[in-house]
């Protein structure tokens, strides 16, 4: 059995974590963005972070964190 660790084999990020991505989203970009630009945005925040390089994202995590910031953008 190969009980190798791969760069992709990181822990998923806790619901904290995805509402702080969201934050800083905010923080960074403004609290008005559409789907895509945040999604840009995000990818942008991400890009040097090991194992969420660009191309790397899950889907889940990008629709995770749109949810959050949609929900809260007027909050921010």
Request: proline share 4%; with cysteine.
């Amino acid at each position: 059995m190969d009980e190798s660790q791969y760069p992709n084999n990181f822990p998923t990020l806790t619901n904290e974590q995805i509402c702080e991505l969201a934050t800083a989203v905010c923080d960074d970009f403004g609290g008005k963005l559409s789907r895509a630009d945040f999604t840009e945005s995000l990818l942008m925040l991400l890009e040097d972070v090991p194992a969420f390089e660009v191309g790397n994202v899950d889907a889940g995590l990008i629709e995770s964190a749109w949810a959050t910031y949609s929900a809260r953008r007027f909050e921010f």
